[in-house]
């Protein structure tokens, strides 16, 4: 396999994708370049899927949303298609996984609505620029998740809980971990809760739900975001008949800059 | 008619408007809670609107969306009755202003939407607040809006040009002013544009396209801010056959405090 280091834009990255020159996780590459998760569903359910997003913004941050059947991202990167420029896809059908896949083409259906929704890379990108410790990645780990007890807001078929990453923050750190994330509302934006894990559910820190488990150093102050794997599951559990999302960690590299996002 | 000041809270107020002892404007009831634009419209055009709502969401910045056939906003007023509790309505077919009723319990539909967008009113207390003078409001006038040049990214049948609100700004405070209502990013957030007025189709900021000319103090700059009254005018134009509005200045008072929107 080639190395990550001789692309650098997003549309070469992309160009290698689709050429099946390319097959890894995406964390680090392009640089500066928000990435995204991929949801892709039937029209039927579009609506009910946006207006899911629209009440619950802080795990659902839309990016983009594509109109019927067409593969390209017009805003988020008008140069794509959706259907060959991930490096792997998931294809879940009546809410399970049927299987995982380089491309979609075969799988595209002309009522397919595309959901392009920010990821944590953009804010924890301005986290290490802030100088706060962002220990998952200093361990080479996939970020701790929990499952909350705070419900989203329904909507339609679309229900479920709340599902945040920790990351451990130095007590005298945690307000500019929270100035520096509210920045980044198009990404998950500022913490949904700060310490106390058991009010929101979370039974101990070092036993996560998804992902990792990573050190705790003595005065860090659990610091939980809304997390990017809510809808994922609350799709999965809808009963939607037809998805297909990128493969954890294979994600979409947009042609937004992650300072765009940073906008107010 | 009774004089505003013997009710104090949202749930006071619409009682009285759904009992018809309050028939006048909105503005200045209330004091720190947000008052919002009502669209409704049938279900088949509410997801394009929708997304329309979510790529401009400067001039769309949605407070709460209902179920169909639902008079209920559960998440900005959940004891209210949209039907009821506006003092006036506006009701369009096929783009037409019909009639303004002060009810709209015999043109309900099963299939209506209601949309509830966030109002500048919200911001303009942030501003006046931080010492940043609101000049139409200290004139007693209608605040100057302008068609520009800057086309919203459009949605199935919603497209059209931004509409702008204009409000000049001493040139020492203009940061001040970008950084208060950035705070606000549900309720038209951070200006859209600052200074030079050509550049987005103005001719001359004396001669507005909606609502009063202000008086321009030496040293001051026109500073715009997205206007809500772009979706009115994009829903206007889109050939949707029923809609009902608010009438201009007779907004639905939310429960939702002005705090509450300045979350980041």
């Not at 692309?7 to 994708?17: G, L, N």
């Not at 097959?23 to 995204?36: I, M």
């Not at 992902?211 to 009963?239: K, L």
Request: with cysteine; net charge negative; glycine share 8%.
């Amino acid at each position: 396999m080639e190395h990550g280091g001789q692309w650098s834009s997003p549309a070469e990255i992309r160009a290698a994708v689709r050429k099946r020159e390319f097959d890894r996780p995406t964390p680090g590459l392009a640089p500066g370049y928000a990435q995204a998760n991929l949801v892709a569903l039937p029209r039927k359910f579009a609506y009910d899927f946006l207006l899911f997003c629209m009440r619950n913004p802080k795990p659902c941050p839309v990016l983009d949303v594509t109109a019927p059947g067409d593969p390209v991202p017009l805003f988020a990167a008008p140069q794509a298609d959706l259907r060959t420029e991930l490096p792997r896809y998931r294809v879940y059908r009546e809410g399970t996984l049927e299987k995982e896949v380089t491309d979609v083409l075969d799988l595209w259906r002309e009522d397919m609505v595309s959901f392009l929704l920010g990821c944590s890379f953009t804010f924890e990108e301005a986290l290490v620029k802030a100088g706060i410790p962002v220990r998952h990645v200093e361990e080479g780990m996939n970020v701790p998740m929990f499952v909350t007890n705070i419900p989203c807001r329904p909507s339609g078929v679309f229900s479920g809980p709340l599902v945040v990453s920790m990351r451990p923050v130095p007590a005298a750190l945690v307000a500019r971990a929270v100035q520096v994330t509210s920045r980044y509302p198009a990404v998950h934006g500022a913490p949904v809760h700060i310490g106390e894990p058991g009010l929101v559910g979370i039974r101990d820190v070092n036993c996560p739900d998804y992902g990792d488990a990573v050190t705790f150093y003595p005065g860090e102050v659990p610091v939980f975001w809304a997390c990017g794997v809510t809808p994922q599951s609350v799709v999965m559990n809808s009963g939607t008949p037809f998805v297909i999302t990128h493969a954890p960690g294979y994600m979409f590299i947009t042609a937004l800059r992650n300072e765009e996002l940073g906008a107010l």
